[in-house]
């Protein structure tokens, strides 16, 4: 069955270190990929995507993800974390056309 | 930038009332969306709907209906409220495309069932 995989449901940074989100997906074509934030109180926010070509992809806000097939991983990525990146992180795959499927979120806190 | 506007961010309700969500988008996209967000279960698809008067079941559609009259507005209905419906609801919306375009999210309804 088609699944997506946040294995850290909490994260705490020191401001100013780096950070890695882990995102396991399984699915069997060529996924589709995303990476979402939500801060307190928000809706979504698209941070990146992923649908085919370089699997090293750039985002907003200095976030970036590597599509690595060979591990049916996207991980998230930014080298340093600002206070403001205190947040909950969102990993979906879309299946078919209109259908996303969400990891169950990583809430990220950082630390002055 | 593509705007989605969830009429109520929060709302109290009783059990038994008929609950209305609405949401609308300003950019004249064919697809519509309803998640509930409920800890560490993330975003479960309710319903959506791909035109006008069209709709499909998502994952978790029981206890709940969906309304499509016009292409930029799109209604989720709580006929019977159960408490077991408080929850977090967001709408979203994305393009008609084949390249899975990015969906669109509002900020969210917090709905709670006394």
């Known amino acids: 069955a088609q699944s997506v995989t946040q294995p850290d449901i909490h994260i705490t940074v020191s401001e100013g270190a780096s950070l890695e989100l882990r995102c396991n997906y399984s699915?069997?074509?060529?996924?589709?990929l995303f990476w979402y934030v939500q801060s307190p109180g928000q809706g979504l926010q698209l941070l990146l995507k992923?649908?085919?070509?370089?699997?090293l992809v750039q985002g907003i806000k200095g976030f970036e993800a590597e599509f690595k097939r060979s591990q049916s991983s996207f991980n998230l990525r930014k080298p340093s974390v600002h206070w403001s990146d205190a947040a909950e992180y969102f990993c979906?795959?879309?299946?078919?056309?209109?259908?996303?499927?969400f990891g169950t979120g990583t809430r990220l806190k950082v630390l002055a | 930038d593509v705007k989605v506007t969830q009429s109520s961010r929060y709302l109290v309700k009783r059990t038994g009332e008929k609950v209305f969500l609405e949401c609308v988008q300003d950019?004249?996209?064919?697809?519509m969306f309803w998640y509930r967000q409920d800890p560490g279960l993330g975003l479960r698809l309710i319903y959506f709907?791909?035109?006008?008067?069209?709709?499909e079941k998502g994952d978790i559609p029981e206890g709940y209906s969906v309304s499509r009259e016009k292409k930029e507005r799109f209604s989720l209905i709580l006929e019977s409220a159960s408490t077991n419906q408080t929850s977090m609801y967001l709408c979203?919306?994305?393009?008609?495309?084949?390249?899975?375009?990015?969906?669109?999210f509002g900020d969210g309804t917090r709905l709670s069932i006394l």
């Open positions: 950019m004249d996209h064919e697809n």
């Open positions: 979203a919306s994305s393009p008609a495309d084949r390249d899975n375009q990015p969906q669109h």
């Open positions: 699915y069997g074509a060529t996924p589709y």
């Open positions: 979906a795959v879309a299946r078919g056309t209109y259908k996303y499927i």
């Open positions: 992923y649908f085919s070509g370089d699997t």
């Open positions: 709907s791909y035109d006008v008067k069209m709709k």
